[in-house]
């Protein structure tokens, strides 16, 4: 029997360069911590499988004093293992002195058994997720199994224990060429994991910023696809939990069951803005609720039984977010095109690439042993790129609701105006047609009254005359107000006639005079333009006679490039506190203004004039189709 020595443990050391040359040191090999150029990767091995022997080893007399297996079986490339073929004996008949002999994919517990050829004693190197970083023989996060010069070039015999599903490969590295390759690898995936933490950092404070939970959905999906890469490197036990090596199984575990749901819900998201059917985004909640219960399947009974219950899921939720996305482009929906893209160029390469790693002999052919990251990365660029797409359609969005009302801000303000006009022109119909006819029937009387008192020496004649002369101003100002009401000289004159008779009547009836002057080489306005723009400087005008306290002011009425512009300016006493447009202040005047002229697309301002006075400046756009200034109009004189 031989004589069993106990393993040397590697130092811990601060440095994790040093750490590693350490490690290959106290293996009997010298290395340089970074050596330039390119590492190598490593060569394939064929193991034998042991198909009959002793699966519990407690010591190494145990195992190697006689063979531990039969290994009558052909080599192999590779070798799959899981809850019924574990723990399994291999068998390495390949010289492994001076080298370090990796496993892919992460395993639970590796034990590799080597004789010593000065002393022939068996001593072991011991790898696994389920080993604390200090009972590994080499504290790298990869499965590695170093081997020192000291090993005869006898077979060596590895034990492996892995009760959930995996293919492994195993390959032979030149201890010098090891150290470099981890060293690369080490700082390529600490580059990586900056990079999509910052994408992590960016989707979060995106969804503060606008809370919009599709980002925070995003940020969950990306960690928990970190939590997995960490896993599958190795990192995890080494780095993250080293003192309970075991927790690694139940932390991707959950990070599988996160990743499948928050996943799923955030693809429904980005589809429910979309013409997706709904009965596809009922489906998409499957994973939502299947995901929690495959977890709970690993926390009651051996974790590789949760595993296998979430790589089902995982399938499940693959499935129907290729369906939907797919239902959604046929249906021409942007969004299920915009997600696509990432999903087609690093989702399912992503997930392609841990299924050849953990579960096909094919493993991953010519990629890098940061595959994994790099897909992560680009994975989560390319999807945070679509859902800042999603934040500019947001903005169109809001913008078009915007528009949309303001539209209907304006039409409600165009149907009260217009009501406004109509209700005015009826009533003003009504006082001609009725009040004025019946006190003009009344006039008549009285003044055939009076001239029948004069005939026959009538004592109230006078009486009579006075009350003949009141129904005749009675009538004078029901006509006025009919006028104003509605100005029936725009039906006849047409815009510029009837402003040229307004301000007739300002001069005739009120004691400021006002000079109106009219540049139009244009079309006037008409319709209901022309007649809002009428009604802005009739209450332009009128502001004059009952606040201005002015005796002369100026209109001017240019239309001309597209645009009609009003500008009115007395010598008064100025605005005062009376209108303030930007806060909307003043009468019912400076409201109707306002609101006319934005309904026709213009801008006003009122300020102080260059006489002290009042200014006025309306400006609006003139429509196509107003009414030609030399145009053939009816110039009949108002009733």
Do not use: K
């Not at 492996?160 to 293919?167: C, I, K, L, R």
């Not at 003044?447 to 005939?455: E, K, S, T, V």
Request: a neutral charge.
């Amino acid at each position: 029997m031989f004589e069993q020595t106990d393993v040397r443990r590697v130092p811990r050391c601060r440095s994790r360069r040093s750490a590693l040359a350490h490690a290959l040191t106290g293996c009997g090999v010298v290395a340089a911590a970074a050596i330039p150029g390119v590492a190598t990767a490593g060569a394939a091995l064929e193991v034998r499988v042991g198909v009959v022997g002793v699966n519990d080893v407690t010591d190494v007399s145990a195992c190697c004093t006689a063979p531990p297996a039969r290994f009558d079986g052909a080599a192999l490339a590779t070798v799959a293992v899981g809850p019924h073929s574990s723990p399994q004996w291999l068998r390495i008949d390949a010289p492994l002195a001076g080298a370090v002999l990796t496993i892919r994919p992460v395993v639970d517990r590796a034990t590799l058994y080597w004789r010593d050829r000065t002393s022939g004693r068996w001593e072991t190197s011991v790898t696994g997720d389920h080993v604390s970083p200090g009972g590994r023989t080499l504290a790298v996060p990869e499965m590695a199994l170093p081997v020192p010069e000291v090993a005869d070039n006898g077979p060596v015999y590895l034990h492996v224990e892995q009760p959930s599903f995996a293919v492994l490969r195993f390959e032979r590295h030149a201890s010098g060429e090891y150290a470099v390759l981890q060293t690369r690898r080490l700082n390529v995936d600490l580059l990586l994991l900056g990079f999509v933490l910052a994408i992590v950092g960016y989707n979060l404070a995106v969804s503060t910023l606008i809370r919009d939970r599709v980002f925070l959905l995003n940020a969950i999906t990306i960690l928990s696809m970190i939590v997995i890469a960490v896993y599958l490197a190795g990192y995890g036990p080494l780095y993250v939990w080293p003192q309970w090596p075991a927790l690694g199984d139940q932390a991707m575990n959950l990070a599988m069951a996160i990743g499948n749901a928050s996943g799923a819900l955030m693809v429904r998201e980005q589809l429910a803005r979309g013409d997706t059917h709904r009965a596809w985004l009922r489906v998409l909640l499957a994973p939502v609720a299947l995901a929690p219960l495959a977890w709970l399947a690993g926390i009651v009974g051996p974790y590789h039984v949760g595993r296998h219950a979430l790589l089902v899921v995982g399938v499940l939720t693959l499935t129907t977010i290729v369906v939907a996305l797919a239902h959604g482009v046929v249906r021409g929906d942007r969004n299920a095109r915009l997600l696509s893209l990432p999903f087609l160029l690093a989702m399912l390469p992503a997930v392609g690439t841990a299924a050849l790693q953990r579960l096909t002999a094919a493993g991953t052919p010519g990629l890098p042993d940061h595959a994994f990251g790099a897909f992560l990365a680009l994975e989560a660029l390319l999807f945070s790129l679509v859902l800042a797409a999603r934040m500019r359609g947001a903005e169109v969005d809001r913008r078009a609701a915007d528009a949309a009302l303001l539209d209907a801000r304006r039409d409600a303000s165009a149907r009260i105006l217009r009501a406004q006009d109509i209700e005015r022109q009826r009533f003003a119909q009504d006082l001609h047609d009725s009040v004025g006819q019946r006190l003009l029937f009344l006039i008549n009387r009285l003044y055939l009254l009076r001239q029948d008192a004069a005939r026959q020496g009538f004592a109230g004649q006078a009486s009579v005359g006075d009350a003949l002369d009141d129904a005749t101003d009675v009538l004078d100002g029901i006509r006025r107000i009919s006028r104003a009401i509605h100005p029936a000289t725009f039906d006849h004159l047409g815009w510029r006639g009837a402003l040229e008779s307004l301000v007739e009547a300002m001069n005739r009836d009120t004691t400021v005079h006002c000079t109106a002057t009219f540049d139009i080489v244009a079309d006037e306005p008409a319709g209901e333009t022309g007649l809002h723009l009428y009604r802005i400087a009739q209450e332009g005008l009128s502001n004059v006679v009952r606040h201005a306290d002015a005796t002369h002011c100026t209109a001017h009425f240019t239309c001309r490039n597209g645009w009609v512009r009003l500008t009115i300016e007395d010598d008064g006493v100025g605005t005062g506190d009376r209108a303030d447009p930007a806060a909307g202040s003043g009468g019912l005047g400076i409201v109707s203004i306002d609101e006319r002229t934005r309904l026709l697309g213009g801008h006003w301002s009122i300020g102080p004039g260059a006489s002290g006075g009042t200014r006025l400046e309306v400006s609006v756009p003139c429509p196509r189709g107003a009414v030609p200034r030399n145009s053939d109009l009816s110039r009949s004189p108002a009733r």
